[in-house]
């Protein structure tokens, strides 16, 4: 059975930082490149960062160049998603999602708002 449960949401005043996290079990995560989106209410779900399997490419959306930054740790499987300098407009759910071959795994997601 394949998990993806990410952690460390919540409230933050406009310019503050939050670090997410998102635990993988039930998959082979070293294989895996694995993706950060969000959605806020009203929009559509959107792609904020991607790291490959081995965390030696990263991607992410021109919204959130410069403030966010996406890593691993593939020996506890776990990705993450530092948020700097967060803006009212960085308020989603934020949803870690793992893509491979066709097959794609999602969390539950995490609530950010970011609002003082």
């Known amino acids: 059975q394949v998990q993806l449960v990410e952690s460390g949401g919540g409230l933050v005043q406009p310019g503050g930082s939050l670090r997410l996290s998102c635990a993988a079990s039930g998959i082979r995560f070293s294989m895996y490149p694995m993706n950060w989106y969000r959605q806020a209410p009203g929009k559509e779900r959107e792609l904020v960062a991607a790291?490959?399997?081995?965390?030696?490419?990263?991607n992410y959306a021109d919204s959130v160049k410069g403030r966010f930054t996406i890593s691993r740790d593939n020996a506890k499987n776990t990705v993450y998603l530092q948020m700097n300098s967060l803006k009212p407009e960085d308020t989603a759910i934020y949803y870690c999602c793992a893509k491979l071959a066709g097959a794609q795994y999602w969390g539950q997601g995490t609530q950010v708002t970011v609002s003082s």
């Open positions: 790291i490959s399997n081995g965390g030696g490419s990263t």
